[in-house]
């Protein structure tokens, strides 16, 4: 199994509370990507990160920010959560821009 | 952009039998076409990718999948079906720096 692992795993927050989860891999990818996953949608593309310091957005990115800081970790903020963001979020790897996306066991957060 | 469309949100087989699962997408060019499985609360793992060359590919767990360019299509099957294979599948087109999913297939297989 590819080395990613996602935190926290579950989540329970209020709405209006700055949330933070993070992604870490051991596999020194340059391709990092947040999705989320809804009932009737599939996943959809938040953010993408093509390498430090270097992102950009996906197609559902309002209320989303990232930060890539260091290779291995990749974060996603919710700047101030609402309930529509109640989800399970993906964190995927890939060593290129068209080759195989290797997911974390994903997280869900519940907004209250 | 591309998009991709997995038709049937659900699909029920008997044991044994013949799985087919559609995708087609939408693309200038012929993408990178993969086909991932979701197994109930677990991330995402590949089952095989279509890049270049041979239009028939073999993945894991007996599921194989053809490109058909003239037909837009990139449909999964898999001869038997076991009682594991019981998973949401999701068609994907790779293009320059991302991935588009479909909305992913419930696939109940009925003993």
């Known amino acids: 199994d590819a080395g990613i692992t996602q935190s926290p795993r579950h989540k329970v927050t209020e709405t209006g509370t700055p949330v933070t989860l993070r992604c870490h891999q051991t596999?020194?990818?340059?391709?990092m990507y947040w999705y989320r996953q809804d009932p009737g949608h599939g996943l959809r593309l938040i953010h993408y990160?093509?390498?430090?310091?270097?992102?950009d957005k996906g197609e559902v990115s309002d209320g989303y920010s990232v930060s890539r800081s260091k290779t291995e970790d990749f974060l996603l903020t919710l700047e101030s959560a609402t309930s529509s963001q109640t989800s399970v979020y993906f964190c995927a790897i890939a060593s290129g821009g068209q080759e195989t996306q290797y997911f974390g066991p994903g997280t869900r957060l519940l907004v209250l | 952009a591309q998009s991709v469309t997995q038709l049937g949100s659900h699909v029920s087989v008997s044991e044994g039998a013949l799985v087919l699962l559609r995708c087609n997408y939408s693309?200038?060019?012929?993408?990178?076409l993969f086909w991932y499985v979701q197994y109930p609360n677990q991330g995402l793992q590949l089952l095989l990718k279509?890049?270049?060359?041979?239009?028939l590919v073999k993945g894991i767990n007996g599921f194989e999948a053809e490109f058909k360019k003239s037909e837009t299509s990139f449909h999964l099957t898999k001869p038997s079906a076991h009682m594991s294979d019981a998973a949401e599948y999701f068609c994907?087109?790779?293009?320059?720096?991302?991935?588009?999913f479909g909305i992913g297939t419930k696939l109940q297989v009925i003993p």
């Open positions: 994907a087109a790779g293009g320059y720096q991302k991935v588009t």
């Open positions: 596999e020194n990818h340059r391709y």
């Open positions: 693309s200038s060019v012929p993408p990178y």
């Open positions: 990160s093509y390498g430090v310091k270097d992102t």
């Open positions: 279509y890049t270049t060359g041979a239009t």
